[in-house]
């Protein structure tokens, strides 16, 4: 589990193919950084852009590590088939402050950045979610975008989609990767757990019981 926070932006230095089928996947050569790693061992979780990977291999004097990726994953997410900023998280621990909300890591589709513009101190962020993601978005609700735990200020439901506006202060843009995105990148998405677990509750409330 992950709360959403941030712990250090990252880079994917470079990846190798782990076979030469479509259905092999990328292990990824990650640097951290620092003493980034001073915690972590062998088959820890680490949240890479939002989606929940198992560290394979670490230096940690060198702050690297290695996870693998496979196709799957790869075809379910975006941006961790090529080198360039992403941002980490470390599982968190039970006695964790949860300063963001519940998040799994599991990426539930992949949204487009419509719009990154500064609004006076801060940015606006707008993404275009996919349509089966528009149940789950609300004013004022949480969403995940590569990882990072954000407040939805607007929701507006369109023919492809749900677009979602974001607020991003100056302490996320620094200290996050989003401030490298563009409009036409292709963001991790994940909704709120607890939105997941109602919109079921309720889906079995509807359906009439059997004879």
């Known amino acids: ?19 030469t089928g479509v ?11 620092g003493d980034y ?25 060198q702050g690297v590590f290695t996870v693998d990726v496979s196709a799957e994953s790869l075809a379910r997410t975006a941006g961790l088939d090529r ?9 968190m621990r039970p006695a ?15 949204g487009t950045v ?9 940015w606006n962020l707008c993404v275009l979610a996919p349509p089966n993601l528009a149940k789950y978005l609300a004013y004022k609700g949480s969403i995940t975008v590569n990882g990072v735990s954000l407040t939805v200020n607007h929701v507006t439901d369109r023919a492809d989609g749900c677009e979602v506006s974001i607020n991003l202060i100056p302490h996320t843009m620094q200290h996050t990767a989003l401030g490298a995105l563009t409009v036409g990148a292709r ?3 994940e909704v709120d757990m607890i939105a997941r677990y109602v919109e079921r ?5 509807a359906v009439p019981p059997t004879a």
């Open 114 to 122: 419509t719009r990154l513009a500064a609004v006076g101190e801060s």
């Open 37 to 61: 790693l001073a915690d972590v061992a062998l088959g820890d979780s680490i949240a890479i852009n939002g989606a929940c990977m198992t560290v394979t291999s670490l230096d940690p004097t």
């Open 201 to 205: 509750m309720l889906s079995l409330a």
């Open 187 to 189: 963001v991790n998405l």
């Open 1 to 19: 589990m992950f709360t959403g926070i941030i712990t250090r932006v990252g880079r994917i230095k470079r990846y190798q193919p782990l076979g």
């Open 23 to 33: 259905d092999h996947g990328l292990r990824l050569h990650v640097a951290a950084g």
């Open 83 to 91: 080198p360039g900023p992403v941002n980490l998280e470390k599982a």
């Open 96 to 110: 964790d402050r949860l300063g963001g909300h519940i998040v799994s890591g599991h990426v539930d589709g992949v």
